[in-house]
T-cell receptor, first 114, second 108 residues
């Protein structure tokens, strides 16, 4: 299994500002994923990030709002741009296991927008 | 992508076996069935994955009937620390859609 860390673990931000969340994996992985989980809700996939190519966004999520970088096989960032209180959520990154279709998740970043 | 249906919540007592069933009537031929566990303030944790019949690991068993339209996660002798949300997912590759999950509450 992969060990995944995220920074920051939590943050409180003012509306209109942007926050970049970092995701670091302890091994090289092809695919990384970004999810959003609102309080008490299930996870929603934001985008899939492959190294060397543009991220693929799910319906309802756009690059201007959630730009993603994937500079190498162990690291990715998700930026939440021009934040509003509706962006308050937990943001999680994950990677796909090399041995199967299961994913391993980071601890999440709890974002509160005031 | 196959949609999944699970009970919203379940209660159990310590030491009991808990079975959580997930329905996935539209499962595709190449879809796998995967279960995750999530504790509050943590990311989901992979529990078990299967394609057909029965799969067992150190923490759980997964029963999949021949038609694969449902699956049952079996947790033997649960403890208080098994209180969590359990998600059943069906799919493969990078398309993973989380359903609502089942909140399991284990009581002393």
């Amino acid at each position: 299994s992969a060990v995944i860390s995220q920074k920051p673990s939590r943050d409180i931000c003012q509306r209109g500002t942007s926050l970049t969340i970092q995701c670091q994996v302890d091994s090289q992985v092809t695919m990384m994923f970004w999810y959003r989980q609102q309080p008490g809700q299930s996870l929603t996939l934001i985008a899939t990030a492959n190294q060397g190519s543009e991220a693929t966004y799910e319906s309802g999520f756009v690059i201007d709002k959630f730009p993603i970088s994937r500079p190498n096989l162990t690291f990715s960032t998700l930026t939440v741009s021009n934040m509003s209180p509706e962006d308050s959520s937990i943001y999680l990154c994950s990677v796909e296991a090399t041995s199967g279709y299961e994913q391993y998740f980071g601890p999440g970043t709890r974002l509160t927008v005031t | 992508l196959a949609k999944t249906t699970q009970p919203i919540s379940m209660d159990s007592y310590e030491g009991q076996e808990v079975n959580i069933t997930c329905s996935h009537n539209n499962i595709a031929t190449n879809d796998y069935i995967t279960w995750y566990q999530q504790f509050p303030s943590q990311g989901p944790r992979f529990i078990i994955q299967g394609y057909k019949t029965k799969v067992t690991n150190e923490v759980a068993s997964l029963f999949i009937p021949a038609d694969r339209k449902s699956s049952t996660l079996s947790l033997p002798r649960v403890s208080l620390s098994d209180t969590a949300v359990y998600y059943c997912l069906v799919g493969g590759g990078f398309k993973t859609i989380f359903g609502a999950g089942t909140r399991l509450f284990v009581k002393a």
